[in-house]
């Protein structure tokens, strides 16, 4: 069982920068694929980010070139730097964790959610 708490969220001009981070219960953090989602409201969940147990990440075509996801298993924490934010990029921004690489695109394969944490980016 794993427990995912998020922070870091906030409010941010747009062009401005934010990281929000997500911790992770247990001692198993490194064999875990990570992924961060992002929900609007009125708009369905979607796939942000992902790194694999390596280190390998993998990026929505919206943030590719903006964000980077990063992870330190010592501290079992996976982090979403984000820059040059956009307005559209107002979300509750969600950090998630599974077993295997494959689809990792898709929120149907994630075993673990956390609470998720609140990004507006103004204009």
């Known amino acids: 069982q794993v427990q995912l708490v998020e922070s870091g969220g906030g409010l941010v001009q747009a062009g401005g920068s934010l990281r929000v981070s997500c911790v992770a219960s247990g001692r198993t953090f490194s064999t875990y694929v990570m992924g961060w989602f992002r929900q609007a409201s009125g708009k369905k969940r979607e796939f942000v980010a992902a790194i694999s147990r390596g280190g390998n990440p993998h990026y929505a075509d919206s943030v590719k070139g903006r964000f980077t996801i990063s992870r330190d298993n010592a501290k079992n924490t996976v982090y979403l730097h984000a820059n040059s934010l956009k307005p559209e990029d107002t979300a509750v921004y969600y950090c998630?964790?599974?077993?295997?690489?494959?689809?990792?695109?898709?929120?149907?394969?994630?075993?673990?959610w956390g609470q998720g944490t609140q990004v507006t980016v103004s204009s």
């Open positions: 998630a964790a599974r077993m295997t690489l494959s689809n990792y695109d898709s929120d149907i394969s994630y075993d673990y």
